[in-house]
Every structure is written in C-alpha cells, then in structure tokens.
C-alpha cells in the first residue's frame, strides 16, 4: 500500500471548518484514501473513503486532487468532540473483507473553545 | 448492541501470568482482526482470521494464539506475559469498505 504524510498535529476554532491534509504521492489506480479517527481512549472510528471523486457522508467530505496525489478531509463544523488523531490510510480494494489497514502516525486535531 | 465487544476493559497481572482477552462481533463480518497500540501510540497489526481461519501473523510472538471457535469471535491468549506486552489491545472486524473496532482493552503487566 502506498505511503501517506500527514502534519503531526493542527488546531482548529470550534464551528469553523477543520481541513486536514495528506499526501499520497505514490498512490497507485486501484488504491483507496480511507480516514479513520480515534478519540482518546477509543477505538479507531471509520470516517470516509474515496477512490477518485469527492465524497461526503454526515461525518465529513473528503476531496481527493485530480493527480490524487494527495487529498483532504473536511470536517464542515468541528466541535470539540471531533478532537482525536485523524489517520490517512491508503489501501488496494482487492473486493473482500480481508485487508490489512496500516495506520500511521496521523494528524492530532484539536479543537479549541 | 454494541458492535464489536472487548472484554475485559481494563487488565492489570503480573509478569509470567496467562491471560485472555475476548472479542466478539455481531455484525455478521467474516473477518477479524487484533491490533496492539503501544505507549508510542501506535496501531499495529497483530492477527487476522477470515471464517476462522488464521490469514494475516505478523509475525508475533508464539506467547500469543489467537483462537477463534466461530466467525463472531476472535480471543487471544498470552502465556507468559513480560512487561513489553502493556499495551492497549484492539479487537476489529471489517466488510469490505471499512473497519470497526472495539473499545480497547487496556493490559498492564507489572
């Protein structure tokens, strides 16, 4: 699976829209941008993925570039409890449940009052 | 109805004891999955098992067996247990498009 780079931490004001980026230079045509989060002390949650266009769902948006070399997962609102490390996953959908999810470091959000 | 379920929550034992960790999953998934997040905070890939049998061992220690009697749960048993094994420890299961892990069980060797 291709690598991913993302800033080691980001602040964000709370009711402003949190962009966090990554970079996946090396990704390849059949691999996927998927973002997870974890709260403190929680499980990694699942937030989105997308292969080539831009995707939304309740939780965030995500736009990946045309090149996809890179991509962003915007967060529209933040709140406070969107305070957790964001992970930017690159992964081949081989079609089956089984599959390896490599995390990085990941971003630590944090959003202030 | 929670999803995917660890228990216990919190383990704290002492170096050269055996312990187990339960993970059960009722979504229906056909994989699981335990990863470990050490002090550093970071998410490693211990095991994964597809319809109970064994498919991803990265190359863990023997002191840990996974063992899973149906599709629905994943344990893991570790023997032996020395003080770099404290870590959080995390049940997963996963469809195609994603994962969904449990809260975590926290284990402390003293």
């Known amino acids: 699976d291709a690598k991913t780079t993302q800033p080691t931490s980001m602040d964000c004001a709370e009711g402003r829209a949190a962009n966090l980026p990554c970079n996946h230079s090396t990704i390849s045509g059949n691999e996927y941008v998927y973002w997870y989060r974890q709260i403190h002390s929680q499980g990694p949650q699942y937030i989105i993925h997308?292969?080539?266009n831009n995707e939304t769902n309740e939780m965030a948006s995500l736009i990946i570039t045309e090149d996809r070399k890179s991509s962003t997962l915007i967060l529209p609102h933040a709140t406070l409890r969107d305070t957790a490390v964001y992970y930017c996953?690159?992964?081949?959908?081989?079609?089956?449940?089984?599959?390896?999810?490599?995390f990085g470091k990941g971003t630590l959000l944090t959003v202030n009052p | 109805d929670t999803a995917v379920s660890q228990t216990p929550k919190y383990l704290v034992t002492q170096m050269g004891n055996d312990k187990s960790i339960k993970c059960e999953q009722n979504?229906?998934?056909?994989?699981m999955y335990w990863y470990k997040q050490d002090s550093k905070k970071f998410l490693k890939i211990m095991f994964s098992?597809?319809?109970?049998?064994?498919?991803i061992n990265e190359t863990v220690p023997n002191r840990f067996s996974p063992k899973s009697p149906d599709k629905a749960h994943l344990n893991l048993h570790i023997n032996s247990l020395e003080l770099g094994d404290s870590a959080v420890y995390f049940c997963a299961s996963s469809r195609r498009d994603g994962y969904t892990f449990g809260s975590g069980t926290r284990l402390t060797v003293v």
């Open positions: 979504l229906g998934h056909d994989t």
């Open positions: 997308g292969l080539k």
């Open positions: 098992y597809n319809n109970k049998e064994l498919i």
């Open positions: 996953i690159v992964r081949v959908d081989s079609g089956g449940s089984n599959y390896k999810l490599t």
